[in-house]
């Protein structure tokens, strides 16, 4: 007589989800989720990296457009010293004739007499070539003067008679590559030195410079 048949083993139903509580997990489901939150972080970075680029860039080109402005800063500074060094020295000193200068500069005036189209010696030999050297454009200027008085005055003891020389350039600011205009600025400069021979008070008579007895 054989042995008792065991009964077949029922089989045991897979299960999709796990239950914890009253929440079920699907193990597919939680893998699908942490696959799309991984690529809402690489979105968040992008994002953050496109900020932090273009506030980079716009931080970069505001310094390549300031520096530009200080360059021709001082390229006008350094023409009008140039110009004004030479217009305060007696001709003699240039191969000329004593007592006289290389430029015959008018007095000083206020409101100041000034001119966009300078054409003086001491403009065309000493000033333009410093400009040009900085590829800015002699025919750029504006304001220009050029003029001869009392570099004080309010009239202190020591007043000096010296050479002025101002002018103005107008620096059109753009963003470099893309060619966008960001408006016009004039950029001005002045410059005074004194005259290397002072004038002298002769016969009692006051001084004068450019015609103009001392304050």
């Known amino acids: 007589m054989s042995g008792p048949v065991n009964p077949e083993p029922y089989p045991v139903p897979q299960m999709d989800s796990v239950s914890e509580g009253n929440v079920h997990l699907n193990p597919a489901m ?15 970075e992008m994002l953050e990296f496109a900020l932090l680029f273009a506030a980079l860039m716009t931080l970069m080109l505001g310094i390549v457009v300031f520096v530009r402005a200080y360059n021709i800063y001082q390229t006008m500074t350094r023409g009008a010293r140039e110009g004004a060094r030479m217009a305060v020295l007696p001709s003699a000193w240039n191969g000329g004739s004593g007592g006289s200068y290389i430029d015959s500069v008018s007095a000083c005036t206020s409101p100041p007499t000034t001119t966009n189209s300078p054409d003086t010696t001491i403009f065309n030999d000493y000033i333009k070539p410093v400009l040009e050297s900085a590829n800015l454009s002699p025919s750029g200027v504006q304001n220009y003067q050029e003029c001869e008085g009392w570099m004080d005055p309010a009239g202190t003891a020591d007043n000096q008679c010296g050479v002025t020389v101002s002018f103005q350039y107008p620096y059109h600011m753009s963003i470099p590559f893309l060619g966008a205009s960001l408006g016009t600025i004039n950029i001005g400069t002045h410059v005074q030195m004194r005259r290397e021979d002072q004038p002298m008070a002769v016969g009692g008579a006051s001084a004068l410079c450019a015609g103009q007895s001392e304050p």
């Open 30 to 44: 939680s893998s699908t989720s942490a696959k799309s939150g991984g690529g809402g972080e690489r979105g968040a």
